[in-house]
């Protein structure tokens, strides 16, 4: 990564040093190794974090006059996801601890974006990787696991991601040998990941000038590394957490806290404001952010700007920043991408 995660020269491999793995053992580059092109090689992983901080203009016109808002664009990680952060930073502490040692299988429990990001850091490393997710993911992410030859367990599609953490931790408990499972719900490397580089990152590019940073909670690891981040910098910056409006919902990657497993690295103090957002304002301004903005993102992203705009509303100055979790190729399946609109006219193609 960058900043904040760059271990001493004599640790194992990371992402940063262009470290590699065979058949789960770590081989720690040598100290100052070159390689042809004259600097430290480079990899995949390097290109996590540093994402753009985009400004919102047209989904948000009616906004007051002193109020800005910007969004984080995480869809532009290499595994396509703010997630492959947290799976880098659960990574680098497993082989810093010594966890993949004999061949291991990391295991974990992922609505898929988490599983994508472990996935292509186990192909390129080398470590062998299973993720438990629900059987109802989309197509399109279980085509990206399998892409990258990630074991898949399916667990019960009516029981959502509680379900497959569950099911993770029974596989865990009954095979110890077999796996290590670093469960990213309860992981400190999950939100610590956000703390040293996504809230140091949001600082740097407002230039110190963001007032309210809103989120969405799925385990809870983005919005309590960047709001520890951003409250040690100024406390009066205001934290607004995003969840769905019910427990039955379809925003993707989310969390409805009153009825779901409470994910233990998410820090309730750091949250000043909580919002529910129904999935269908989400979709309605998913396909917003796509028509008006450019931004081809995910349903959750979409929750998110919904939210900061509902919150913003109420303000009469204010720097907004909000994230953008995943990209729109991960739904391309969704009714609500199709224009009701569309086809009408009868006019040639
Ligand atoms: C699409 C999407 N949005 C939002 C989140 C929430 O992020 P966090 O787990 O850091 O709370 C996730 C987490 O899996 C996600 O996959």
Known sequence: MHEGTTLPPSAPPTAASGGVMNGGDAEAPREGERSALGSPHGNIASRIGNTPLLRLRRVCSSLPRGVELWAKAEFLNPGGSVKDRTALSIVETGIREGRFGQGKVLLDASSGNTGIAYAFLGAMWGFPVEIVLPRNVSPERLRRLQAYGARLTFSDRLEGTDGAQLLARRLAEDHPDLYWYPDQYNHPANPLAHYRTTGPE??????????????????????????????DQNPSVEIVGVEPASAMHGIEGLKHLATALRPGVFDERVVDVRLSVETEAAQVMTRRLAREEGLFVGTSSGAAVEAAI???????????????????????GEKYWEDPNEGRGGGAP
């Open 202 to 231: 949001i600082w740097r590019d407002s230039c110190g000038l963001v007032t309210h940073f809103v989120a969405g909670i799925g385990t809870g690891g983005t919005i309590t590394g960047v709001g520890r981040f951003l409250k």
């Open 310 to 332: 509902q919150h913003a509303r109420e303000l009469e100055r204010g720097v907004v920043v909000t994230l953008l979790p995943d990209g729109g190729d991960r739904y391309t």
